[in-house]
């Protein structure tokens, strides 16, 4: 079985300050983990992929994730949160083309 | 725009009806998926098409449920008999070949509201 468990469901940060969105799954295979962002009444984005290459993964907008096995986590960070990142983040595990299971979903708040 | 596009955007019926939902991929991708994202909650994959292939379809939420793409191109999501708990938003993506590994680019769903 497989499974994913977005730890916040919200999480809220000054701008400027570090992000840390928490993502711990559960699989019985290697799996490939994804992260994607919801902005209000846009289409969800993909931020990086891991699919056993490197297991630190840098993605788009300064995002990144690290894969940690032993730990079974793939949590999402930042170094300096922008107003523009608030929107809804989604972890997502996928394994033997067909099935994608996403979290629950964190909201990000970005105060000024 | 060379997106993935869904119509309608928005969609409010009665119980009982019928819905029906397109989704116009990206042009030269041949994988199609359908999820189904209630409020406060992830997208749940329903269903997917490799080209007209219909390869996974377990997920469908029940018999009312069903999706159909016969060209290989634009796909439809039908659900018959409407019941209030089919309110959502229904999400379609598409990719390139092979995998789930692929990266998936989502259109902006259509929301279902059942009275």
């Known amino acids: 079985a497989q499974s994913v468990t977005q730890l916040d469901s919200h999480v809220s940060v000054s701008e400027g300050t570090p992000v840390l969105l928490r993502c711990n799954y559960s699989s019985s295979y290697s799996p490939s983990l994804f992260w994607y962002v919801q902005h209000p009444n846009k289409g969800l984005q993909l931020l990086l992929k891991?699919?056993?290459?490197?297991?630190l993964v840098k993605g788009i907008n300064g995002f990144e994730a690290e894969f940690k096995k032993s730990e079974t986590s793939f949590h999402l960070t930042k170094p300096s949160a922008h107003m523009s990142d608030a929107a809804e983040y989604f972890c997502?595990?996928?394994?033997?083309?067909?099935?994608?299971?996403f979290g629950a979903g964190t909201r990000l708040t970005v105060k000024p | 725009d060379t997106g993935v596009s869904q119509d309608p955007r928005h969609k409010i019926t009665k119980r009982g009806q019928n819905v029906t939902f397109r989704c116009d991929p990206i042009?030269?991708?041949?994988?199609l998926y359908w999820y189904r994202q209630t409020l406060g909650q992830g997208p749940e994959f329903l269903t997917y098409?490799?080209?007209?292939?219909?390869?996974?379809k377990s997920r469908l939420l029940s018999d009312r449920f069903s999706a159909e793409r016969p060209k290989g191109s634009f796909s439809t999501l039908e659900i018959q008999r409407t019941e209030q708990g089919d309110s959502a938003m229904y999400l379609c993506?598409?990719?390139?070949?092979?995998?789930?590994?692929?990266?998936?680019?989502f259109g902006p769903g259509t929301r279902l509201t059942v009275l």
């Open positions: 042009s030269e991708h041949n994988r």
């Open positions: 098409f490799q080209n007209e292939a219909q390869l996974e």
């Open positions: 993506a598409s990719s390139v070949t092979s995998g789930f590994d692929n990266e998936q680019f």
């Open positions: 997502v595990v996928t394994l033997n083309n067909n099935d994608m299971r």
């Open positions: 891991y699919t056993s290459a490197a297991t």
